[in-house]
């Protein structure tokens, strides 16, 4: 059982930069691949980013792609999303989210934990 805490959200202006943590808790976390999805009100939840069960392998949206990056320390079971040039656009709630698998999954679906959200809102 694998339980994910977000933290690091909040109210930033356009062109600020935030980073998100997502800690865990559980021996097998650093075996699990994980994923940053986030969701928007009356959207669905979306892919932002994943990493693999190692850090060494990384997939963005195009929509964050050379603005946001994903990383992990499995010494200290935390999952990272450093977010720079943000924009309105990026406002959501953000969600921490892992697997039993090697790689991360494009689909929410694909993953058996998530944590609680944490809320990024971008102001123009």
């Known amino acids: 059982q694998v339980q994910l805490v977000e933290s690091g959200g909040g109210l930033v202006q356009t062109g600020d930069s935030l980073r998100l943590s997502c800690a865990a808790s559980?021996?097998?976390?650093?075996?699990?691949?994980a994923g940053w999805f986030r969701q928007a009100p009356g959207k669905e939840r979306e892919f932002v980013a994943g990493?693999?069960?190692?850090?060494?392998?990384?997939y963005y949206a195009d929509s964050v792609k050379g603005r946001f990056t994903i990383s992990r320390d499995n010494a200290k079971n935390t999952v990272f999303l450093q977010m720079n040039s943000l924009k309105p656009e990026d406002t959501a709630v953000y969600y921490c989210?892992?697997?039993?698998?090697?790689?991360?999954?494009?689909?929410?679906?694909?993953?058996?934990?998530w944590g609680q959200g944490t809320q990024v809102t971008v102001s123009s």
């Open positions: 559980g021996r097998t976390f650093s075996t699990y691949a």
């Open positions: 990493i693999n069960w190692n850090g060494g392998t990384t």
């Open positions: 989210q892992a697997r039993p698998s090697s790689t991360p999954g494009w689909s929410p679906r694909l993953y058996d934990y």
